[in-house]
């Protein structure tokens, strides 16, 4: 399998609802809540693409483009965006979807970096 093949092959992409118990005093998403939800996203696409054990080690930036109310749905696509030696970056795109239209936009993107380790913690060769 070449790399953009493996690249394909490990996007991500995860849907979840956007409850009361995961908004603010604004009745929107919380900030963290949804730090959280692209953090698990990046994993799972990282962890899909080397098939090695994966930390994060930044999130290099996160912009947050538009408020996500409650009672939407909401989709995370995680995407590998750059590959090095040990390390690899995943991008992150959250898109807002209203449960009873056709609208839909983008409302958050984020870059988080991750490490493949050995057993012993020390970083490895994401290339095999």
Not at 12 to 35: C, E, Q, S, W
Request: proline fraction near 3%; charge should be neutral.
């Amino acid at each position: 399998m070449t790399v953009e093949e493996k690249i394909q092959a490990s996007e991500t992409r995860i849907f979840k609802a956007v409850f009361p118990n995961t908004t603010n005093h604004y009745d929107t998403l919380f900030g963290g809540t949804a730090m959280h939800m692209m953090d698990e996203v990046a994993f799972i696409t990282a962890t899909r693409f080397s098939r090695q054990i994966m930390v994060t080690v930044s999130s290099d930036r996160i912009d947050f483009k538009k408020p996500i109310p409650a009672g939407t749905i909401v989709e995370l696509i995680g995407r590998v965006s750059h590959i090095g030696n040990t390390s690899l970056k995943v991008s992150v795109e959250i898109y807002i979807e209203q449960m009873y239209s056709d609208n839909r936009e983008k409302a958050v993107t984020g870059e988080f970096s991750f490490v493949a380790i050995d057993e012993n913690k020390k970083p490895i060769s994401i290339i095999k």
